[in-house]
C-alpha cells in the first residue's frame, strides 16, 4: 500500500515560524506511523518561491530574485531537520524540473480547451496571492493579512473552473472522505454548490515566474505555479525512476485552513483538465494561536520554531503542538504550556517511568530483565495498536496522543499499585516481582513503539536503555515482544530540566 503525504510548500519571502513548523511535524508524525505499518511512504516538503511578495522582498533588498530565494531556501530546508522530520524529497518551484512540468501541466489544459484570454480588473491580495471580492472584504482590508488589497487590470489567461462546478459536485458527493474534517468539507462543498467562477491563470506584469509556453510575455499564476508540485516531484526526485506510478493517486496534502479553496477546489479542476486523477484525500488543520492571535510574521509575534527546538528538543515540540490543540481545529498555545507539559508530562509521566523501570531493574535484578509473563492487560495493548492506528487514518493526531498517553498513566499506575519496592523485601514474592517488572519493561517497551512516531528521538532512547533492539514495525505493539537483556542500569533522564522558555 502507497501513502504518500505533501506539506504546502511555504513563501520564502519570510523565515519559518512555529506555524510552519507545525504543519511539517504533524505530517511527519502521520508519515512515519504508516511506515511503521509498513506501507510504501513518500514524504514532500518545499518551498513555494515564484510569488510577487517574494519578488518585492528581493527587490527591496537589492537582490536579483534567484540570489535572494537560493540563499533564503536554505532557512527553509533546516525546518524539516530542526523538527526532525525525515522527509523524502524537498522540491524548490525554482527546480528547471518542475518549471518545464508546470509548463507541460498547464499546456495540456490548453490543449482540452480550458483556458481562455480575457481582460481583468479586480482586487488583489499579495499576502494571499488571489484576487479578492468586495465581500470578503472587512472595512476594505483582506481579514488574513489586514492589509489594502490592490487594483489590477491586466490582460489574462484563465481557466473555465466554472465548467467544473458539476464534476467536483459529484466528486464531493461520491467521497464523503475527500476533505476531512466534515466541516471542512461541508465548506468546500457549499462554495462549489454556490457558484464557481473563472479565475486567472497568469499574470502579465511580472517578470517572476514559469513563462506561459504559448505566450512567454506571461507567468503561470502563482498559485497553479505551487499546486502543480505534489505532482512534479514525483517525477524528478529520483532521477530516471518516474514516481507517479506509486504514489499517485495516492496522495494525501495536508494544508491549513488558509489555503482550502486552492486545495479542495482549484487543484482537482486543474487535474481532471491535465487528465490527471485528484488527490485520494485533503486534511485540513486549523491555526495555532498564541495568547488567541494568529502566530504570522506581520503580526509580530512570531516563535521562532527553532528557537523552541533550541530550548526544548524537537520531540518535546512535536508533542507539545499536537497534544495541546485538538488537531483540526483552531487553538491557543503558550510558552508556559510548553514548559509545563515538557515537566510534568514528558519529564515525570514518561521520563520518570523509564528511570524508575531500569533502576528497578538495576537493583533488585542486576541488571537483568525476567522474562516473566502473566501480568499486564493484553486487551490494553490491543486498544493502543488499533485505536492509535484508526485514529491516525482519520488524521486525529490529537486523540492518537491521548490514547498513547492513558496507557503510559496507566504504566504508572501499574508501578504506584504493585509496589516493587515492598515485594522486594520478602524473597518469598521473588515470582511474583519477576511478573510485576517485566509487565513493566513489556508495557514501556510498547510503548516506546507506539509513540516513536511523536518522539522519534526518545523512542530509541528507551528501547536501548531497556536493552531492546531499536525496531519500529507496529507489530512490535502487541504484547509480550520483550527480549532477554541484562547490563540494565538506571537510565539517564529523558528530558532533563531546562530553564523556562520565557527565560530562555
Ligand atoms: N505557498 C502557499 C502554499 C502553497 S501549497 C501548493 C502558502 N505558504 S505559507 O508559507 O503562507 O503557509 C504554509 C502553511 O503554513 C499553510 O498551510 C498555513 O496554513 C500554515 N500556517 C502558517 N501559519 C500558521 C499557524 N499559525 N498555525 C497553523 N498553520 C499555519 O500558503
Not at 379 to 398: N, Y
Amino acid at each position: 500500500m502507497s501513502f504518500y503525504l505533501t506539506t504546502p510548500i511555504y513563501y520564502v519571502n519570510s523565515t519559518p515560524h512555529i506555524g510552519h513548523a507545525y504543519t511539517t511535524l504533524a505530517a511527519d508524525i502521520l508519515v512515519r506511523h504508516h511506515r511503521q505499518r509498513g506501507e510504501d511512504t513518500f514524504f514532500l516538503t518545499g518551498t513555494d518561491e515564484h510569488a510577487s511578495k517574494v519578488y518585492r522582498v528581493a527587490e527591496a533588498e537589492g537582490l536579483d530574485p534567484k540570489t535572494y530565494v537560493d540563499r533564503i531556501a536554505e532557512k527553509w530546508r533546516e525546518l524539516p531537520e530542526r523538527v526532525d522530520a525525515d522527509i523524502d524529497f524537498f522540491i524548490r518551484t525554482t527546480d528547471e524540473e518542475h518549471k518545464r512540468f508546470v509548463q507541460d501541466f498547464v499546456q495540456r489544459i490548453y490543449d482540452n480547451g480550458d483556458i481562455y484570454e480575457d481582460t481583468y480588473a479586480g482586487l488583489y491580495c499579495v499576502g494571499c496571492e488571489a484576487f479578492k471580492t468586495e465581500a470578503e472584504l472587512v472595512d476594505g482590508k483582506c481579514p488574513e493579512h489586514d492589509t489594502v488589497p490592490e487594483w489590477i487590470e491586466e490582460k489574462n489567461y484563465f481557466f473555465r473552473l466554472s465548467a467544473y462546478q458539476d464534476r467536483l459536485l459529484q466528486l464531493y458527493d461520491e467521497r464523503p472522505d475527500f476533505v476531512q474534517p466534515p466541516f471542512r468539507y461541508n465548506e468546500a462543498r457549499s462554495f462549489i454548490a454556490s457558484g464557481l467562477q473563472d479565475f486567472s491563470l497568469s499574470r502579465a506584469g511580472q517578470p517572476w515566474g514559469v513563462s506561459i509556453p504559448w505566450d512567454p510575455g506571461q507567468v503561470v499564476y502563482v498559485w497553479v505555479d505551487a499546486l502543480i508540485n505534489y505532482l512534479s516531484a514525483l517525477t524528478y526526485a529520483r532521477p530516471g525512476d518516474d514516481l507517479r506510478e506509486r504514489y499517485w493517486p495516492a496522495v494525501r496534502h495536508l494544508i491549513g485552513k488558509d489555503i482550502l479553496r486552492f486545495h479542495c477546489i482549484y487543484w482537482p479542476a486543474l487535474l481532471l483538465s491535465a487528465g490527471y486523477e485528484v488527490p485520494r484525500e485533503i486534511f485540513v488543520h486549523g491555526y495555532l494561536l498564541l495568547d488567541d492571535r494568529k502566530i504570522s510574521k506581520s503580526r509580530g509575534n512570531v516563535i521562532d520554531a527553532l528557537d523552541l527546538v533550541d530550548v526544548y528538543g524537537s520531540d518535546a515540540v512535536r508533542y507539545w503542538a499536537t497534544r495541546s490543540v485538538q488537531f483540526g481545529q483552531d487553538g491557543s498555545v503558550s510558552l508556559d504550556s510548553v514548559h509545563e507539559r515538557y515537566e510534568r508530562e514528558l519529564g515525570n509521566d514518561l521520563g520518570n517511568l523509564l528511570s524508575r523501570t531500569t533502576a528497578l531493574i538495576a537493583k533488585f535484578r542486576d541488571g537483568r530483565i525476567p522474562i516473566a509473563p502473566g501480568l499486564g492487560e493484553e486487551a490494553a495493548f490491543d486498544r493502543l495498536a488499533t485505536e492509535v492506528s484508526r485514529k491516525l487514518d482519520a488524521f486525529d493526531l490529537t486523540g492518537a496522543l491521548d490514547e498513547l498517553w492513558e496507557f503510559v498513566r496507566a504504566l504508572n499506575k501499574f508501578v504506584t499499585d504493585t509496589k516493587p519496592w515492598e515485594l522486594a523485601k520478602d524473597e518469598a514474592n521473588a515470582d511474583e516481582l519477576d511478573r510485576v517488572l517485566y509487565a513493566l519493561v513489556d508495557g514501556l517497551r510498547a510503548a516506546a513503539v507506539a509513540l516513536y512516531a511523536y518522539l522519534p528521538a526518545t523512542a530509541p532512547k528507551i528501547l536501548r536503555a531497556l536493552g531492546q533492539p531499536e525496531e519500529f514495525a507496529w507489530s512490535g505493539v502487541a504484547q509480550g515482544g520483550t527480549a532477554e537483556a541484562d547490563g540494565i542500569e538506571p537510565s539517564v533522564p529523558l528530558f532533563p530540566r531546562v530553564e523556562s522558555a520565557a527565560a530562555a
